[in-house]
């Protein structure tokens, strides 16, 4: 059954550095959404993308956050200068006909 | 607008039956279920539709009233698998993004 896969499982980063996550969507789907999850807290949107452009942007995607599909298949996160209250579970979804299937995520920790 | 879970937390033995619900004070265009399991990514489980449809999966089904803005989990004859934090995502309009509500947390007990 194919899934949304997401790279690094898990990355430790220092505060002030970039880093880039990535998704590969399940390769028929259309929208693709990133999504973080604070620990033992809910799961907040990010954005959307649909048709290689930003659809919808929530609030905490600020200047801070970029996306790209720079090929026909990946799709990342950057996040620019990371701040310690960047620390949380980064998943990325992807959804056909509405149903959004979720990777595994990337556990991003900021020290 | 978050979509209000109730209850926070249920525990429950194994074969008994609980009803989550999720409800929101702006129109909804679709509810849709997830379970997430500790260190997991959310699972989904169903999507309801507005137009009031009821769906079933093994032994978890869900409803969804449009007129109250409201949808309920229904999990019968529980199983330990079925122990987990069950998170209502809601959409006001077409393919956009899901509003989570806080979770309820199911345990289940042998």
């Known amino acids: 059954e194919p899934e949304v896969t997401q790279t690094p499982s898990h990355q430790v980063t220092q505060m002030g550095q970039e880093v880039i996550l990535r998704c590969v969507p399940i390769?028929?789907?259309?929208?693709f959404y990133w999504y973080r999850q604070i620990l033992g807290q809910k799961v907040e949107f990010l954005v959307s993308?649909?048709?290689?452009?930003?659809?919808?942007k929530s609030e905490i995607f600020d200047d801070q956050f970029s996306v790209e599909r720079p090929d026909g298949s990946n799709f990342t996160l950057k996040i620019r200068s990371t701040k310690l209250e960047d620390s949380a579970m980064y998943f990325c979804a992807s959804s056909i006909n509405r149903e959004q299937y979720f990777g595994p995520g990337t556990r991003l920790t900021v020290t | 607008q978050q979509p209000v879970q109730s209850p926070q937390a249920v525990i429950l033995r194994e074969g008994e039956d609980a009803v989550i619900n999720c409800s929101s004070s702006?129109?909804?265009?679709?509810v849709h279920w997830y379970r997430q399991k500790h260190g997991e990514a959310p699972v989904f489980l169903m999507i309801l539709l507005k137009g009031g449809e009821q769906k079933g999966h093994e032994k978890i089904s869900a409803s969804f009233n449009e007129k109250k803005q409201q949808s309920s989990l229904y999990l019968t004859a529980s199983q330990l698998s079925y122990s987990g934090t069950y998170f209502c995502?809601?959409?006001?309009?077409?393919?956009?993004?899901?509003?989570f509500g806080k979770g309820t947390r199911l345990s289940v007990i042998a």
């Open positions: 702006k129109a909804l265009y679709s």
């Open positions: 995502g809601t959409e006001n309009s077409g393919n956009t993004p899901l509003v």
């Open positions: 993308f649909y048709n290689n452009e930003i659809s919808e």
């Open positions: 390769s028929n789907h259309l929208y």
